[in-house]
């Protein structure tokens, strides 16, 4: 058996980077089209694309939930 997961450990800490890095490039992708007066089709690639970001975001803002709840679980049974 693995490390166990816990809040602050390394799959913790490489599950906040990925939501950051997702919400990175969609603000990013977001900004493109806010600020380059896209094409229509070009625009609604991008949106697809964020929309495709914000669902790798939501993935791991639920995986840190879960490691959380975990850690939490752990500690009552130990009490």
């Known amino acids: 058996m693995g490390t166990p997961r816990e809040v602050g450990g390394y799959i ?3 599950e906040v980077n990925r939501a950051l890095q997702a919400n990175k490039l ?3 992708k977001l900004t493109r089209i806010l600020e ?3 094409g229509r089709q070009r625009t609604v690639f991008l949106l697809a ?5 914000l669902g790798v975001e ?7 939930e879960k490691i959380g709840e ?3 679980e752990s500690r ?3 009490e």
């Open 12 to 14: 913790w800490r490489q």
């Open 26 to 28: 969609a603000r990013k």
């Open 36 to 38: 380059d007066g896209l």
């Open 49 to 53: 694309e964020i929309s495709q970001q």
């Open 58 to 64: 939501l993935e791991a803002l639920v995986e840190l």
């Open 70 to 72: 975990e850690q939490a």
């Open 76 to 78: 009552r049974e130990k």
